[in-house]
């Protein structure tokens, strides 16, 4: 099986509302992602929001 190519697009597709989307945008920079990984058939990383550590 073919995974989907993971786009924005398809991201913000499961956004429940304008605003959830939105705020996805503001955290989707480049810069707000210290840590990125994509291990086989995954994703994660860090993601620094309004706090001093990135979650």
């Keep these: 099986m073919t995974p989907t190519p993971l786009t924005a697009d398809a991201v913000l597709a ?5 605003a959830s ?5 503001r955290l989707a920079a480049p810069g707000n992602w210290p840590t990125l ?4 058939g ?14």
């Excluded at 499961?14 to 304008?18: Q, R, W």
Aim: net charge neutral.
């Design 14 to 18: 499961l956004a429940p509302d304008a």
């Design 21 to 25: 989307a939105q705020a996805a945008r």
């Design 37 to 40: 990984n994509a291990p086989a």
């Design 42 to 55: 995954s994703l994660w990383g860090e993601c620094q929001g309004s706090g001093r550590t990135p979650i």
